[in-house]
């Protein structure tokens, strides 16, 4: 990561003021509980080494320790650490937390069975280097997960007038280091290729997504979709299209892979 951005996701109170996916309020609640339960599906995790990379508060952690995996979780983030620690002993499970970067990870090749990082990458600089460092610790035969915010999502329609804004210097430009980089689905496949790894399974999540919003202006917005609307299209048409070419454009894209 770059210094920049290093410091501020060090920092307290900055992360936490935009992650909160167990808030059942929050808009993107059902897809961030389907891409838990769609991790959790994937294998039997029993006795299983695991590293999650950018745990963040822990929630795919805790749910894979209470699956009887052998669960080691790194942030960057010490506060985030904190709370993933409070997560694990509220739910009497044991993981063992460090603070760690994600493009650095301090651990012997072919550690473990799984490497996964969900929702992260679009926060490294360099995302190569995270793909390359999940490689090389996890074991031959066995799995890194990973997800990615698209850059060809649907819902980014809606973002392109504020995007012209800033870039016409009509809008504010932002006042925190860059902490956020989307990549194409084909991009996307280009990290694991060159990381040497073999995509077994692509799939996608949020083709209308309830958080988007169209930029009427810099500080005047309304919903792309009504809420009822993205929910009942997530729960009940979606599940047949995550995995056709559509997932190309969809908000969120997961992958699971072998290591050779």
Same mark, same amino acid.
């Given at each position: 990561?770059?210094?920049?951005?290093?410091?501020?996701?060090?920092?307290?109170d900055?992360?936490l003021?935009?992650?909160?996916?167990?808030?059942?309020?929050?808009?993107?609640y059902?897809h961030f509980a389907?891409?838990?339960?769609?991790?959790?599906?994937?294998?039997t995790?029993?006795?299983?080494r695991?590293?999650?990379?950018?745990t963040?508060k822990?929630?795919f =952690?805790v749910?894979l320790?209470? &699956?009887?995996? #052998?669960v080691?979780?790194?942030?960057?983030a $010490? @506060?985030? %650490?904190?709370?993933?620690q409070?997560a694990?002993?509220?739910h009497?499970?044991?993981?063992?937390?460090l603070?760690?970067?994600?493009?650095q990870l301090?651990?012997?090749? =072919?550690?473990f069975?799984?490497a &996964?990082?969900? #929702?992260?990458?679009?926060?490294?600089p360099? $995302? @190569?280097? %995270?793909?390359?460092?999940?490689?090389?610790?996890?074991?031959?035969?066995?799995?890194?997960?990973?997800s990615?915010?698209?850059?060809?999502?649907l819902?980014a329609?809606?973002?392109?007038?504020?995007?012209?804004?800033?870039?016409?210097?009509?809008?504010?430009?932002?006042t925190t280091?860059?902490y956020?980089w989307?990549?194409?689905?084909?991009?996307?496949k280009?990290f694991?290729e060159?990381a040497?790894?073999?995509?077994?399974r692509?799939h996608g999540?949020?083709?209308?997504?309830?958080?988007?919003?169209?930029w009427?202006?810099?500080?005047?917005?309304?919903p792309?979709?009504?809420?009822?609307f993205?929910?009942?299209?997530?729960?009940?048409?979606?599940?047949?299209?995550?995995?056709?070419p559509?997932?190309?454009?969809?908000?969120?894209?997961m992958a699971?892979?072998?290591v050779?």
């Amino acid at each position: 990561m770059t210094d920049a951005t290093k410091t501020y996701f060090r920092q307290a109170d900055t992360v936490l003021h935009w992650w909160f996916p167990e808030d059942p309020t929050h808009p993107l609640y059902a897809h961030f509980a389907e891409q838990l339960r769609w991790v959790l599906a994937q294998q039997t995790w029993r006795d299983q080494r695991v590293l999650d990379i950018s745990t963040g508060k822990g929630r795919f =952690a805790v749910n894979l320790a209470a &699956l009887a995996a #052998e669960v080691t979780a790194l942030d960057i983030a $010490p @506060q985030m %650490l904190a709370l993933a620690q409070h997560a694990a002993d509220e739910h009497g499970v044991g993981v063992q937390f460090l603070q760690a970067d994600a493009e650095q990870l301090p651990f012997p090749d =072919a550690a473990f069975d799984v490497a &996964l990082c969900m #929702e992260a990458i679009m926060h490294v600089p360099h $995302p @190569q280097r %995270l793909l390359n460092e999940m490689a090389r610790v996890t074991r031959p035969g066995g799995k890194v997960i990973l997800s990615m915010t698209n850059r060809w999502r649907l819902n980014a329609l809606g973002e392109a007038p504020g995007a012209l804004y800033r870039r016409l210097g009509l809008a504010q430009q932002p006042t925190t280091p860059r902490y956020m980089w989307h990549y194409s689905a084909p991009e996307f496949k280009h990290f694991f290729e060159r990381a040497g790894l073999t995509i077994e399974r692509l799939h996608g999540q949020g083709l209308f997504q309830a958080n988007a919003r169209l930029w009427l202006n810099s500080e005047v917005s309304l919903p792309m979709f009504p809420r009822w609307f993205a929910d009942a299209f997530f729960a009940h048409v979606e599940p047949f299209l995550r995995e056709t070419p559509l997932a190309a454009v969809m908000g969120t894209v997961m992958a699971v892979a072998s290591v050779k």
